[in-house]
């Protein structure tokens, strides 16, 4: 009997096997059943503990006969041995509270499923302190059910391992990450207003109607940007703060209307000195070793050049080779070249499920095609065709055999159908079950980005108004403004970016002349701003660092929703809650009815 | 020279002469010049620097003749002699950077004004950061501004001293909180929306209207309080957060439309549990010393019997006399009997002005007046003449000589009006320079609110609606429901309540009773919470404290504007950004104008 409830009790919902990162397990909370009911969490017992009476409070995940029940709480499960009482009527999910004392098991009764499977607890005392008297289906088959069931249930979907362990290693990162701010680096947290004022052109902003003064507004601010750097001005010299940003961007998969980033700023500081104390600060709140991890830093050009994307996948070894200077043309010429240990899964037919996967996105795509090379033998397999490509027979960037894959045409598109190539090369190669990625965690910074990007005559910014420009190209700020580089920095983990920063312009002339006179920005609603760096404003810098998705690479998840508690739907709804929703007649008339004064 | 020197340079803006609290500056941050170009800050050089080669940056406060600048930053003030460059053309308050070394100060030139005024800094480089190009006013002149200007140009107003120790005070202060409750207590710190949806009659809640859904819309939540049972439910039982909430009050002093509190809730607990871990962490990380102090309990019934309000001020030494007893009356009949130490403060005219003063409040008073009692004799001085005041004669409450102050009439309405008396007395005391408060921190335990409050025929819920009854009173839910006291309990510091909580109803059936039978709520805004509590929700409690009004009490300021960064004018208005605004037409329409699909 005992047997068959081991086969039973593995743990609900095995849609993750991941267990919380090793350094938060050794720092797990001795003391979360301090001023409650309960003496010890029912996952924390063990065979130390045998021979203690214990009072748990916690759900019945199972009942068998009128003596047995398997007793979960966030931490673990243990089975229960009613020595009094019976535990035949109670529906499993209710939570019980019983007392007992913690007892060995024989050996055979032993369950392995079971972190305390050697253990059980002899209760002479059980309260159920409420049936669960409804579910919407059960818990076991919570893991095959759709994100929607998932988010409409969130309560339930919270009740699993998974989303235990991804909201206490939030919980604790965030922690770690506020401790080596304000404890190792004097940093001070300041919270800044979300009721802040429509910026001109904000089309991303989420409005608030005042109540008070119809027919104005506020806005929900996408960064604390302004008032970090007000806060500058006033002298907090090293601010930080985990902040609520919001970006209405209707649905979009994957992006959620409010999210959370980790916003620091410092004044008397130079791009060097914001990367340096992040990184440390990564190194040191990482629940996982993160010693011999380097930082590598490569310019947005060297980036682009490189790997045809400013947000590189470091994991994967594969990059981008220039040829150009191979050939008698005006066109980019450049590849990927798979090394000659990976040639064995690449054949005639694999090159051409790889080529029509690339030419989805042929929007985009410049010619490309993939050749192999064997023994001096340059041969066409998939794709375009290059003329006079035997010149590339007699090249020795590849050993004895590689696989090429060509792309040539406009700069631009070369490099980003070569990105794109990439990873269709890995995943094929992978799926074969060898490894071209490396495992773990690829930090990169990329920086010296340009300062503005062109739309036809129109500049617009690449990272935000207030970045600084690169001082060696103040002089082409004038004469060739998309020349300019600017003092911006992007910090990307395996192919994400997850954090961007810049030093700041603290000179109000500069930062007029360049919000008037190249984005075409009225400095009307930003005066307060232009005033404020006359008043003697520090030179200062800061990044942030979006935390839901470094979570969810942390958490090993591909969806920032699984980081997060209550999240909304790609459409933006909370499918729990209801919302948005139709509010009441008065209270849209307290808000959009003019008033009588 | 040095001398006149040394009487300007008084720190700026002394309009707090508070210092950081004593347990805040033991553990003031030492590595707070990591990663920047200076090496230490101006605040932090002592005679133990002498010697050293330094790098600062800061505000030039001062400069006189071309050698001597005075340089700030947020830790303090220290003296520059330069030995090269000039110092003659810097305004004040710009920003510059000096390089050299710490030297002593000859003992006639100490600046005792300074703490650093025994050492100076012999600067052999220094360099202008930023010029400060316009000022509104001195800075010197920052204090006698109102605080429409100190919000207007809050920027300048932070680099005052006050706002820097308010805001640092605050900073360590929550993450003194978090530290206890994560690491002490196994606390799961979970962020909840902020988008959530309107809820029925809640019309105190700010609107977003929803760019993808037209004519729907989401709400700012006034606290997470629904989201938090959920995680409750969800098996998260410890969990707090610092969270942003929002209430549209309107135009209302010293309210803010946002403003953050601590909120707190535990499964498995009683009220007492919820209350023990509040005092434990208030006393383990108030920076001033609490450990004499107590947390006293009384109900709610016996606050109003004995100080007229559910949030005593238990500094001031007074308290209501039940004097019912003694007449042949059917009104409530108390007094306010000041001890006899106190009497040669209060005369006929003193007794008439205070009299006349809670006459302002004429509305809600009841009858009374003040009288004397001196050797026997009861005479009436002020107000109203209660007939038969002679039986008071012989009442052997007071001792040789007393002032008492009658109220008679109705029982709620001579409570309020004897609340109202006690500070008027005590003022009156205390304008003569003796003292009826005691000084630092009382706090104060309120319970067993009633659960309804009754307005007419309608009920409302005193807390709020998930609020659980007293265990005790579950039957008179049915027959007298005015008569139910909740689990409710409200902290309450120096007369202001900071806090407030209840154990929470976790039966669907008797929530959905006092939703729909007692509140008249409809439930279908609330099914989810309902379906929920079926779920196998556990039994919860929990709390929450009002940051902004304990961190104001802790640094002694009458405003919680002044420990918020930017706060809102009284009238809900960002004076610095200009918040409301008017946002751009094609925002509007964004938002506003049917789209076709």
Redesign the interface.
């Known amino acids: 009997m005992l047997k068959s409830i081991a086969w039973i009790f593995r743990p609900y919902f095995c849609h993750s096997t991941r267990q919380l990162p090793r350094n938060f397990q050794k720092s797990m909370?001795?003391?979360?059943?301090?001023?409650?009911?309960?003496t010890h969490t029912c996952g924390e017992l063990r065979r130390r503990h045998i021979g203690e009476r214990v009072t748990l409070?916690g759900?019945a995940e199972f009942c068998r006969g009128k003596s047995f029940v398997i007793l979960r709480?966030?931490q673990g499960q243990v089975q229960m041995f009613l020595t009094k009482g019976s535990a035949k009527d109670i529906p499993v999910?209710?939570?019980i509270?019983v007392r007992g004392i913690v007892q060995s098991r024989p050996e055979k009764n032993i369950n392995h499923a079971l972190n305390a499977g050697d253990i059980e607890v002899h209760v002479d005392d059980i309260e159920v302190?409420?049936t669960?008297?409804?579910?919407?289906f059960s818990l076991q088959d919570f893991a095959k059910k759709g994100e929607e069931t998932r988010m409409r249930?969130?309560?339930?979907?919270?009740?699993s391992q998974m989303?235990?362990n991804h909201?206490?290693t939030?919980?604790?990162l965030?922690?770690s990450m506020?401790?080596f701010l304000?404890?190792?680096?004097?940093?001070?947290?300041?919270?800044?207003?979300?009721?802040?004022?429509?910026t001109?052109?904000?089309?991303k902003?989420?409005?608030?109607?005042?109540?008070?003064?119809n027919?104005?507004?506020?806005?929900?601010p996408q960064s604390p940007q302004?008032?970090k750097q007000?806060?500058m001005?006033?002298?907090?010299?090293?601010y930080f703060q985990v902040a609520?940003c919001?970006r209405?961007e209707?649905?979009k998969p994957d992006r959620q209307?409010?999210f959370?980033q980790l916003d620091i700023e410092?004044?008397?500081?130079?791009s060097n000195?914001?990367m340096?104390?992040t990184e440390?600060m990564i190194k040191k709140c990482w629940p996982k070793d993160l010693n011999d991890h380097e930082f590598p830093r490569i310019t947005y050009q060297e980036a682009i050049e490189k790997y045809g994307t400013d947000k590189p996948d470091l994991r994967t070894k594969l990059s981008i080779t220039n040829l150009s200077n191979l050939f008698d043309s005006k066109d980019t010429i450049n590849c990927v070249v798979v090394p000659d240990s990976y040639h064995k899964y690449l054949s005639k037919h694999t090159a051409d499920g790889m080529h029509s996967k690339l030419m989805h996105f042929n929007d985009e795509c410049a010619r490309n095609g993939i050749f192999f090379w064997e023994n001096g033998n340059f041969e066409h397999i998939s794709g375009d065709r290059i003329e006079n490509y035997e010149v590339l027979s007699d090249v020795r960037i590849w050993k004895n055999s590689s696989v090429v894959w060509l792309s040539w045409g406009d700069y631009n598109q070369v490099k980003t159908t070569l990105y794109k190539a990439i990873p269709i090369v890995a995943d094929t190669i992978e799926s074969n079950g060898d490894s071209i990625r490396d495992e773990g965690y690829k930090f990169l910074w990329v920086y010296d980005f340009p300062l503005f990007e062109a739309d036809g005559d129109k500049l617009s910014c690449v990272h935000h108004p207030f970045t600084a420009p690169h001082p060696d190209d103040t002089e082409l700020i004038h004469t060739d403004p998309t020349k300019v580089r600017s003092l911006a920095y992007d910090l990307v983990l395996n192919g994400s970016e997850v954090g961007g920063g810049s030093i700041r312009i603290?000179?109000?002339s500069l930062q007029r002349h360049i919000l008037s006179e190249h984005l075409d920005i009225e400095t009307d609603d930003l005066e307060?701003l232009l005033?404020?760096?006359?008043?003697?404003?520090?030179?200062h810098g800061g990044i942030a660092l979006g935390l839901d998705r470094l979570l969810a690479m942390l958490c090993g998840t591909s969806t920032i929703r699984d980081v997060?508690?209550?999240p909304?739907s790609s459409?933006?709804?909370?499918l729990?809650?209801?919302?948005?929703?139709?509010?009441?007649r008065?209270?849209m008339d307290?808000?959009f009815k003019p008033k009588i004064r």
Chains 1, 2 share one sequence.
């Open positions: 909370p001795r003391h979360s059943s301090t001023h409650c009911w309960r409070c759900w709480d966030w999910e209710s939570v509270k302190l409420n669960c008297k409804s579910l919407p249930y969130r309560y339930l979907d919270i009740r989303m235990q909201l206490r939030r919980s604790n965030i922690s506020r401790e304000i404890h190792h680096h004097g940093f001070v947290e300041v919270e800044t207003p979300t009721l802040f004022r429509p001109p052109g904000g089309a902003e989420f409005l608030v109607p005042s109540s008070v003064d027919g104005l507004f506020y806005s929900l302004q008032f007000l806060l001005v006033g002298g907090i010299d090293r609520k919001y209405d209707g649905a209307p409010e959370t410092m004044s008397f500081v130079s000195d914001v340096r104390i440390s603290h000179d109000s307060h005033y404020a760096l006359d008043c003697g404003a520090p030179p997060i508690a209550f909304k459409a933006g709804r909370d729990m809650c209801g919302a948005p929703c139709k509010p009441d008065d209270i307290h808000f």
